[in-house]
């Protein structure tokens, strides 16, 4: 579940962007003049100029986004001659289309990363018993990490107000499912167990939906947003590092729970070493993508070792009760 603090910066920077009218490249005058005179020639209703691709027309591009695009490059390309350097554009650097993907490389490593989830929920389901506390918990974590994975594949794909939506709704489930499971892990075996799970599942949920409909649908508040996932993300970390820190010595197998906080925190360098993409294609977010891939291997590991030690503590209390 700490695989939530990088959905956590994602959408820090997500939402600063957001919150910015415009960036430098989008403004400048030759960019608006470019698209201006591209517009009124080829997006008219007689205009014929623009014949858009079988990709472009699946992935929503229109006429003028196709004249945002073309305008971009030259625009770029003076930016660069002036020395000035490459400049963002509608908060976004400007990146290479593969077969009308907006972010080719980001987009593939969103599909790594649901593909890690699905492999090693396969991994989980041969060495660990289906009675075992947890199983279905895991079942659960994978479906949701595996369903903002593909939003996040398809925001990477196509910016528009559905798969921007989605993202953010996807990262929060991930970071709210998070809490969640560190509630009901400190309670697990312990008396009322069952109606501790109960509660804080249904507190959170009502949450999620609550916060969920009054950000994104009735007011797209990106600030509040921000704040809420910091804030269970701080919880969520917090929470691990200290459980980590009590059970480091007696469960050896807990040293894969905090090598994992401590390689996440360094993946967030990608997203804080922010810079042009690489060729017009790798950018720090999609590298921050790529580095998170592996991660999934080394959390999995952890919880299948962790079901396996419930397990093991569960028949202990029944031959005890």
């Known amino acids: 579940m700490l695989e939530a603090l990088p959905v956590i910066i994602t959408v820090i920077f997500s939402f600063v962007v957001k919150n910015v009218f415009g960036s430098t490249g989008d403004r400048s005058q030759m960019f608006y003049s470019c698209v201006k005179d591209c517009v009124e020639k080829n997006c008219s209703d007689s205009a014929q100029d623009f014949q858009l691709s079988l990709p472009l027309r699946l992935m929503q591009w229109t006429c003028s986004d196709e004249c945002k695009y073309m305008c971009m490059w030259p625009t770029v390309n003076w930016f660069v001659e002036a020395e000035i350097g490459v400049q963002q554009f509608y908060g976004k650097w400007p990146f290479i289309r593969v077969l009308g993907i907006q972010e080719p490389a980001a987009a593939l490593f969103s599909v790594l990363n649901l593909v890690g989830h699905v492999l090693m929920l396969r991994k989980f389901r041969k060495e660990v018993n289906p009675n075992a506390p947890f199983y279905v918990i895991t079942h659960i974590f994978c479906l949701i990490c595996c369903h903002a994975w593909f939003w996040s594949t398809l925001f990477h794909i196509r910016d528009v107000r559905l798969t921007e939506i989605m993202d953010y709704l996807g990262a929060f489930s991930m970071v709210s499912f998070s809490v969640y499971h560190f509630i009901i892990r400190l309670t697990t075996l312990r008396r009322y167990s069952s109606l501790y799970s109960l509660c804080s599942g249904i507190a959170i949920g009502f949450y999620f939906i609550y916060h969920s409909y009054t950000t994104f649908f009735v007011k797209m508040d990106y600030g509040y947003n921000m704040l809420i996932n910091i804030a269970f993300g701080a919880i969520n970390i917090l929470g691990w590092s ?32 922010d810079f042009p993409p690489l060729f017009w294609v790798f950018d720090a977010h999609a590298l921050w993508h790529l580095s998170t891939a592996p991660l999934a291997i080394l959390w999995y590991k952890f919880l299948i070792d962790d079901c396996r030690y419930l397990e093991g503590l569960k028949m202990d209390l029944e031959k005890l009760a």
């Open 242 to 273: 200290i459980w980590c820190l009590k059970f480091y010595k007696q469960r050896p197998y807990v040293k894969q729970c905090a090598t994992f906080i401590a390689l996440v925190a360094f993946t967030t360098l990608f997203e804080v070493l």
